[in-house]
């Protein structure tokens, strides 16, 4: 399914080495099976995991994700807050997502729930949420850049309705 909307993942390639690293203990232990595709085997094993996890940990955020696709962005703005409630409680899960979720993602799910629940608002025509959540994404995450160049776009645009 195709979408209009901006999507943006960024990747922290370093924890590509913990998920190697995963992967070839998975083959050792088919190894240790006596199987001579272990690595195949292995390989898959890694991608039905990962995804799992991604499925069951993240459910919440990976629903508001499929409303934003179909642009329910007020359908969205629930999981969202759900996903940033989840990963606020647990903060070990996303701090560590490259174990516990075999992501790579460089971005915190958290941050994400904020930026995308901003977003959420900023298509529904709620300049002040949006606003609100950018600021508030900035204030956990100061270096969210995402925050940042929304945060001026829609001051910018509020600047320039309130010249005319």
């Known amino acids: 399914m195709s979408s209009n909307v901006p999507t943006v993942r960024q990747i922290a390639w370093i924890s590509i080495v913990p998920h190697l690293l995963v992967m070839g ?4 232990i ?3 099976f006596n199987q001579s595709d272990f690595a195949l085997y292995g390989a898959l094993t890694y991608l039905i995991i990962s995804q799992l996890l991604r499925r069951i940990i993240a459910r ?3 629903k508001g994700m499929l409303k934003i696709k179909l642009e329910a962005y007020e359908e969205a703005i629930p999981h ?3 996903s940033y409630d989840f ?3 647990n903060n070990w899960i996303d701090k560590y997502r490259f174990l516990t979720l075999l992501s790579s993602g460089k971005m915190p799910y958290k941050e994400m729930a904020l930026n995308n629940i901003a977003f959420c608002y900023s298509q529904l025509g709620d300049g002040k949420l949006a606003k609100k959540y950018y600021q508030k ?3 956990e995450f100061p270096e969210s850049g995402i925050a940042k160049a929304s945060l001026r776009l829609l001051n910018s645009m509020s600047n320039t309705n309130n010249v005319e």
């Open 80 to 82: 969202f807050e759900k």
């Open 137 to 139: 994404t900035l204030d």
């Open 25 to 28: 203990l998975i083959m050792l």
């Open 60 to 62: 919440e955020h990976r």
């Open 30 to 32: 088919w190894y240790q």
């Open 87 to 89: 990963f606020k409680r």
